[in-house]
């Protein structure tokens, strides 16, 4: 199986400042069709997880563009240009190229 | 307005059986792959099975491989996993999960529900 890496694990953040996130596979992501099969995901606090991100750079609908996504074949970069209160909770990256794995999650919290 | 609603969930014995339903509506369930991804407490995410949209192709985590069994009931916008020989390690709350694929490219976990629990212990 692909096995997912997150870094760091914990992150506090101030609001209004950036903030990075990185993923890493242990076997490139970058399917022969040209995309990279590599999703960012949120767990806020209490609720479900909600996708952010799909195929590495792709903001889902209703994402707020202060994220971003981006990437290599095996390292993955989620980006908030300005983190909000809102965005407090537990990230993940998922890789769906073999056999679905998750990362094992960067928790977000306000400084 | 989308709705993924798991349900079926319990306490249950070890070696003992339980069966989660997914009713969906608000897209179109029938185009779609659908997931089971289940959380146990205090940890994170584990994906558990796929059905692809039709029912054909169905793949599995090895935790669970040969003791779960995904369906679907594209009649009636329903997912289901059967769920046989549980273990104590498959407590969690379990997540019905909808992904649009075109072709062969995946789009994302699109749509979630909340989740139902499943305790295994004697």
């Known amino acids: 199986d692909i096995v997912m890496t997150q870094s760091p694990l914990s992150l506090p953040v101030t609001p209004g400042e950036p903030a990075s996130i990185s993923c890493r596979s242990s076997?490139?992501?970058?399917?022969?069709?040209?995309?990279?099969?590599l999703d960012w995901y949120l767990q806020k606090p209490g609720q479900s997880p909600q996708l952010l991100i799909y195929l590495g750079s792709n903001r889902a609908a209703g994402v707020p563009d202060r994220f971003s996504g981006s990437g290599s074949g095996t390292d993955f970069t989620l980006k908030i240009s300005r983190v909000e209160a809102e965005d407090v909770g537990v990230y993940y990256c998922?890789?769906?190229?073999?056999?679905?794995?998750f990362g094992p999650g960067t928790k977000v919290d306000i400084k | 307005q989308v709705r993924v609603v798991e349900s079926g969930g319990g306490v249950v014995q070890p070696g003992r059986s339980l069966r989660l339903s997914c009713a969906a509506s608000g897209f179109s369930f029938s185009t779609y792959a659908m997931h089971w991804v289940r959380q146990a407490p205090g940890k994170g995410l584990e994906w558990v099975s796929l059905?692809?949209?039709?029912?054909?192709?169905?793949y599995y985590n090895d935790a669970v491989k040969g003791r779960f069994t995904i369906s679907r009931d594209n009649s009636r916008n329903t997912l289901y996993l059967q769920m046989n020989s549980l273990r104590t390690e498959d407590t969690a709350v379990y997540y019905c999960v909808g992904q649009e694929v075109f072709g062969v490219v995946p789009m994302g976990f699109d749509f979630w529900g909340q989740g139902t629990l499943v305790t295994v212990s004697s």
């Open positions: 059905i692809s949209f039709d029912g054909t192709n169905k």
């Open positions: 998922m890789q769906t190229l073999s056999r679905i794995t």
């Open positions: 076997q490139s992501l970058l399917h022969s069709n040209g995309y990279k099969y």
